[in-house]
């Protein structure tokens, strides 16, 4: 297949995993409205363990598959590729009905571990348990999919990935949304009843993704066989050979892959057992809990999304670069991809820090606004860890350097273990934010250092831009925050319709002085210029 056509391939399927994040960011809103912020506590309790056990399951398939069937196919054994499809069909279906199993019976021992004694002031035993249960069905059909998927990709064929991962969404969040309503707002059921079948949306999502992906398979299933017939060659693996170097490309991806939601477990198992009668009511943490790691996350995903969407393109071009031992190139890539995260990330996060209130009032109301705009004020610069792990790491994966990434990680997460139930004694839900913060800081040193070793990169230049925009984003900041008190002082936030003249002029004046420092002083053509050559001050005054 041509590069064209294979670059043309992977940004279809970057667009349809940002579509996908941006339905799933959409949904929160209205299902908030519904269910409340203890309704998303209760949706998250059952959706962590159901993610962590679907990695576990899954273990990196799809790209470990995507990697292993492209390497056979190149070499023109097209059979060997399709024997692993068809085995790990077989291991996928049991790996994930074991997963499912371990999940749903286990579900009434994870309780303890979540809340200790849970009461009707919040989430009941029994709600949790039917939470758990239900999303745990999901666990039959996913991992399978995966395998699919993977097949399709080693054969570069991204559109049945993409396409079956936005009607997964999509299917989902109808199904979200015309339940929760329907049993809260018709028939008057509980919250409870609610957010459980909100969680089986996982299932039904799931089954719509797998429709996509066998009406894909039968049409290309003719085209499929002749390949394998025509294969040239034969390597005749034996299967434990095929799955052990399956394995080998699997672990580092699953595991880094697996960041966000082993730092949420850990406030899982900890967040309300350490804060529930010692600070705050069940309830109370309940909701605090739900802002941390649901409604105030979703908010910050926003920009790391679209740092990391426009940045990853440079990656596979940093593998070939390093494989080819280009020095020179690929101490370029790695600069453009710093420069780009730090230009887009560090006003975001500051941003986002400076108008927490009005931004959470506007998406989620005012029910909880004081404690939602708290969290979300302390936490919002979190984005930029996000986004400088998540391509640092795989920066180290383009160079082969993957087991770095996972040092980093399990230095990062153990921090986060150690410290997060003293912090949150200490500081209340905010002690949260600042392990957290501890956790990746350490692990982005580790994944930063390895860069500059192995690709003997030089970071002075990055150091002088980062403090740059740091200048450029303080400055925005200070804009910001006078137009927003004298908004608050002309119109204040006691409504979700009021919230959002504060937030949409505060995003418009904050854009608007960020943009115009980045454009006179030319960073934004230093950073953005190659994609955007309107940003590119130097080459206008030359035309002039």
């Known amino acids: 297949m041509s590069d064209s056509k294979l670059m043309r391939g992977t940004m279809v399927l970057t667009a349809a995993t940002f579509a996908s994040k941006i339905l799933g960011l959409i949904y929160i809103f209205p299902f908030t409205a519904i269910v409340g912020q203890t309704g998303i506590a209760l949706y998250t309790y059952g959706y962590l363990p159901y993610t962590f056990l679907l990695s576990l399951a899954t273990l990196g398939v799809p790209l470990a598959v995507s990697k292993f069937v492209s390497k056979y196919n190149a070499l023109g054994d097209y059979r060997t590729g399709h024997r692993l499809f068809k085995s790990g069909l077989i291991v996928m279906s049991i790996s994930g009905f074991i997963a499912f199993l371990l999940l749903y019976f286990a579900a009434p021992y994870l309780v303890p ?16 348990v039917f939470t758990i249960r239900m999303v745990s ?62 969680t089986f949306a996982a299932f039904v999502g799931a089954i719509g993704g797998l429709v996509v992906l066998l009406t894909y398979w039968f049409k290309r299933k003719k085209y499929i066989h002749e390949q394998i017939e025509q ?25 880094v892959g697996l960041a966000i939601p082993l730092y949420q477990l850990i406030d899982l198992f900890t967040f309300n057992k350490t804060l529930i009668g010692s600070m705050l009511s069940q309830k109370e943490s309940e909701v605090a809990f739900a802002v941390f790691s649901n409604t105030a996350h979703k908010i910050i995903l926003i920009p790391m999304a679209l740092a990391t969407a426009l940045s990853i393109t ?14 020179l190139l690929l101490q370029k890539q790695i600069d453009q991809t710093y420069q780009l995260i730090l230009f887009l990330t560090i006003p975001a ?12 009032a506007a998406l989620y109301g005012m029910d909880d606004f004081e404690i939602g705009g708290y969290i979300l004020r302390y936490y919002a610069p979190i984005t930029l860890f996000f986004s400088l792990f998540a391509v640092t790491a795989s920066i180290l994966q383009g160079m082969n350097k993957q087991k770095f990434a996972i ?15 003293w912090l949150l004694s ?47 984003a303080a400055i925005m900041a200070v804009g910001v925050s006078v137009v927003n008190a004298g908004m608050q002082t002309f ?42 050559r309107f940003l590119n001050k130097k080459k206008h005054r030359q035309k002039s």
């Open 426 to 472: 200490v500081l209340g839900p905010v002690g949260g934010v600042l392990a957290t913060y501890i956790g990746y800081l350490s692990s982005i040193v580790i994944t930063v250092w390895a860069i500059g070793k192995f690709a003997e990169f030089n970071y002075t230049l990055i150091a002088k831009r980062a403090l740059l925009i740091s200048i450029f």
């Open 491 to 532: 119109l204040p936030i006691t409504s979700q319709l009021r919230a959002f003249p504060n937030l949409f002029l505060g995003i418009a004046v904050g854009a608007v002085i960020y943009l115009y420092l980045g454009y006179r002083s030319n960073l934004a053509g230093q950073v953005l210029g190659a994609r955007f």
């Open 349 to 360: 996060a500051v941003g986002m820090s400076v108008l927490a209130y009005p931004a959470f």
């Open 137 to 198: 069905v999901a666990l039959i059909i996913v991992p399978v999919m995966s395998i699919i998927r993977g097949y399709f990709q080693g054969y570069q064929s991204m559109g049945p990935t993409a396409v079956s991962q936005v009607v997964e969404q999509i299917v989902r969040i109808v199904f979200i949304l015309a339940i929760t309503y329907s049993i809260v707002e018709v028939m008057n059921g509980t919250i409870g009843i609610a957010v459980g079948f909100a």
């Open 231 to 255: 294969s040239k060659v034969d390597h005749q693996l034996p299967l434990k050979s095929i799955y052990r170097e399956l394995i080998k490309y699997a672990l580092p991806l699953s595991f």
């Open 113 to 128: 571990l979540i809340i200790e004694n849970p009461t009707e002031e919040g989430n009941t035993f029994e709600d949790i």
């Open 314 to 327: 440079l990656l596979p071009t940093i593998t070939k670069s390093y494989t080819t031992n280009d020095k």
């Open 407 to 421: 040092i980093a990680l399990s230095v990062g997460l153990g921090l986060k273990f150690i410290t997060n139930s």
